[in-house]
């Protein structure tokens, strides 16, 4: 299923894009006047499937740099990033990648469910979501949040909500509420507008925060 459009300068835009826009900026006040503010850019989609999630999995919890760093000597151990390669490796090797014994473990899980087909990635595009999400959850070291930035950056789905993202609460709340904290609950009545382009307004309002920050 093709979700996304080549551009004359050779960028991918998911093939939703253009219309989510108008309909946000036709329905909801604040993304009239949010959108037009980052002109054309848009979502773009993230690489390989496993090496995505691998990579999820080694950047929990550490800061970015660390991230790096701990990436870069994992790629030393599995230069193709395979399920098979990473279980060759083992426990031991990932170790000395700089991996706790724990994310070891989950990198472990997930390089199992994937070479034991465990998970059906050929069929994640046909899937619903909510179904990608079960399988990618029931994988140690993945939950929601994880498995639902996962459908927003490689899959591309219009229509995710993560009402666990502290960046789409803080966007709410600056842009809906005057700074004012904002509930989940808040969230849900707020994206509700939106339909069936959650995605599309979350990335805007993770944009805005970055232009927030520039400032």
Not at 24 to 35: E, N, P, S
Not at 68 to 81: E, G, H, I, M, N
Request: charged share 25%; aromatic share 8%; glycine share 6%.
């Amino acid at each position: 299923m093709a979700n996304i459009i080549i551009t004359e300068a050779g960028v991918g835009v998911p093939v939703y894009w253009e219309q989510a826009k108008q309909e946000l900026m036709k329905r909801d006040r604040i993304m009239r006047k949010l959108i037009p503010q980052f002109g054309d850019l848009h979502l773009t989609g993230r690489g390989d499937i496993f090496t995505t999630l691998a990579r999820s999995i080694i950047g929990q919890q550490i800061s970015v740099k660390a991230a790096q760093a701990v990436w870069q000597r994992f790629l030393q151990t599995c230069p193709k990033c395979t399920p098979a390669q990473v279980l060759k490796a083992g426990s031991e090797n990932l170790a000395l990648c700089g991996l706790s014994k724990r994310k070891a473990e989950y990198i472990l899980d997930l390089a199992d469910h994937f070479k034991a087909k465990r998970v059906h990635a050929d069929l994640w595009n046909e899937m619903e979501d909510e179904d990608v999400i079960a399988e990618l959850i029931d994988i140690r070291g993945i939950g929601r949040w994880t498995a639902e930035m996962f459908l927003i950056f490689n899959l591309l789905r219009p229509n995710i909500l993560p009402l666990d993202d502290q960046g789409l609460l803080k966007g709410i709340s600056v842009n809906y509420f005057s700074g004012e904290p904002v509930s989940r609950s808040d969230a849900r009545e707020v994206s509700a507008n939106w339909e069936p382009w959650r995605t599309v307004a979350t990335w805007y309002l993770w944009r805005s925060l970055d232009a927030v920050s520039t400032v």
